[in-house]
Nanobody, 120 residues
Framework: QVQVVESGGGLVQPGGSLSLSCAASGSIFSIVAMGWYRQAPGKQRELVATVNSGGATNYADSVKGRFTISRDSAKITVYLQMNSLKPEDTAVYYC??????????????WGQGTLVTVSA
Protein backbone atom coordinates (compact mmCIF):
# COMPACT_ATOMS: atom_id res chain seq x y z
CA GLN A 1 0.00 0.00 0.00
CA VAL A 2 1.19 3.48 -0.87
CA GLN A 3 0.58 6.55 1.27
CA VAL A 4 0.76 10.13 0.02
CA VAL A 5 0.91 13.08 2.41
CA GLU A 6 0.86 16.73 1.39
CA SER A 7 1.80 19.74 3.46
CA GLY A 8 2.34 23.45 3.11
CA GLY A 9 -1.03 24.95 2.24
CA GLY A 10 -2.39 28.09 3.83
CA LEU A 11 -3.47 31.68 3.36
CA VAL A 12 -1.33 34.07 1.34
CA GLN A 13 -1.86 37.53 -0.08
CA PRO A 14 -1.98 38.13 -3.84
CA GLY A 15 1.54 38.36 -5.21
CA GLY A 16 2.89 36.22 -2.41
CA SER A 17 4.59 32.85 -2.42
CA LEU A 18 3.86 29.47 -0.95
CA SER A 19 5.56 26.10 -1.12
CA LEU A 20 3.88 22.71 -1.06
CA SER A 21 5.49 19.35 -0.45
CA CYS A 22 4.30 15.81 -0.95
CA ALA A 23 5.91 12.63 0.32
CA ALA A 24 5.09 9.10 -0.77
CA SER A 25 5.81 6.03 1.31
CA GLY A 26 4.96 2.35 1.52
CA SER A 27 5.60 -0.59 -0.75
CA ILE A 28 7.05 1.36 -3.66
CA PHE A 29 9.27 -0.30 -6.25
CA SER A 30 9.54 2.56 -8.71
CA ILE A 31 7.99 5.92 -9.51
CA VAL A 32 6.68 6.81 -12.97
CA ALA A 33 5.55 10.36 -12.24
CA MET A 34 4.55 12.71 -9.45
CA GLY A 35 2.42 15.78 -9.82
CA TRP A 36 0.08 18.38 -8.49
CA TYR A 37 -3.55 18.94 -9.39
CA ARG A 38 -6.02 21.43 -7.98
CA GLN A 39 -9.74 21.81 -7.63
CA ALA A 40 -11.38 25.17 -7.08
CA PRO A 41 -14.93 25.44 -5.67
CA GLY A 42 -17.47 24.50 -8.31
CA LYS A 43 -14.82 23.48 -10.82
CA GLN A 44 -13.30 20.23 -12.02
CA ARG A 45 -9.91 19.04 -10.85
CA GLU A 46 -7.17 20.26 -13.19
CA LEU A 47 -3.50 19.55 -13.75
CA VAL A 48 -1.06 22.05 -12.28
CA ALA A 49 2.33 20.45 -12.88
CA THR A 50 3.94 17.03 -13.19
CA VAL A 51 7.45 15.61 -13.22
CA ASN A 52 8.29 12.16 -14.54
CA SER A 53 11.01 9.71 -13.61
CA GLY A 54 13.33 11.23 -16.18
CA GLY A 55 12.92 14.69 -14.73
CA ALA A 56 10.77 16.06 -17.53
CA THR A 57 8.22 18.60 -16.31
CA ASN A 58 4.83 19.70 -17.59
CA TYR A 59 2.87 22.76 -16.50
CA ALA A 60 -0.59 24.13 -17.01
CA ASP A 61 -0.47 27.30 -19.10
CA SER A 62 -2.04 29.24 -16.25
CA VAL A 63 0.93 28.61 -13.94
CA LYS A 64 3.88 28.65 -16.35
CA GLY A 65 6.54 31.09 -15.22
CA ARG A 66 5.06 31.33 -11.72
CA PHE A 67 5.11 27.78 -10.36
CA THR A 68 8.05 25.38 -10.24
CA ILE A 69 7.82 21.66 -9.61
CA SER A 70 10.83 19.76 -8.32
CA ARG A 71 11.53 16.38 -6.78
CA ASP A 72 13.83 14.52 -4.45
CA SER A 73 13.91 11.00 -5.82
CA ALA A 74 15.72 9.55 -2.82
CA LYS A 75 13.01 10.84 -0.48
CA ILE A 76 10.16 10.15 -2.97
CA THR A 77 9.08 13.72 -2.44
CA VAL A 78 7.79 16.34 -4.83
CA TYR A 79 7.62 20.06 -4.23
CA LEU A 80 5.64 22.90 -5.75
CA GLN A 81 7.01 26.39 -5.38
CA MET A 82 4.27 28.90 -6.12
CA ASN A 83 5.19 32.54 -6.74
CA SER A 84 3.19 35.56 -7.81
CA LEU A 85 0.03 33.93 -6.53
CA LYS A 86 -3.32 35.16 -7.77
CA PRO A 87 -6.79 34.84 -6.24
CA GLU A 88 -7.67 32.42 -9.04
CA ASP A 89 -5.01 30.05 -7.70
CA THR A 90 -7.22 29.44 -4.70
CA ALA A 91 -8.05 25.74 -4.60
CA VAL A 92 -7.46 22.46 -2.86
CA TYR A 93 -4.17 21.13 -4.18
CA TYR A 94 -3.78 17.38 -4.52
CA CYS A 95 -0.62 15.35 -4.98
CA UNK A 96 -0.68 12.39 -7.36
CA UNK A 97 1.92 9.63 -7.38
CA UNK A 98 2.07 6.93 -10.06
CA UNK A 99 4.40 3.98 -10.14
CA UNK A 100 4.83 0.30 -9.41
CA UNK A 101 4.63 -1.31 -6.00
CA UNK A 102 6.78 -4.07 -4.55
CA UNK A 103 4.65 -6.68 -6.35
CA UNK A 104 5.25 -4.85 -9.63
CA UNK A 105 1.62 -3.79 -9.80
CA UNK A 106 0.85 -0.31 -11.08
CA UNK A 107 -0.57 2.17 -8.62
CA UNK A 108 -1.98 5.69 -8.74
CA UNK A 109 -2.15 7.19 -5.27
CA TRP A 110 -3.59 10.55 -4.24
CA GLY A 111 -3.07 12.66 -1.17
CA GLN A 112 -5.86 14.09 0.93
CA GLY A 113 -5.40 17.60 -0.43
CA THR A 114 -4.16 20.84 1.05
CA LEU A 115 -6.03 24.14 0.82
CA VAL A 116 -4.35 27.17 -0.72
CA THR A 117 -6.21 30.45 -0.30
CA VAL A 118 -5.00 33.59 -2.05
CA SER A 119 -6.77 36.61 -0.63
CA ALA A 120 -6.09 40.07 0.67
Amino acid sequence: QVQVVESGGGLVQPGGSLSLSCAASGSIFSIVAMGWYRQAPGKQRELVATVNSGGATNYADSVKGRFTISRDSAKITVYLQMNSLKPEDTAVYYCDVRGYDSRRSAFDAWGQGTLVTVSA
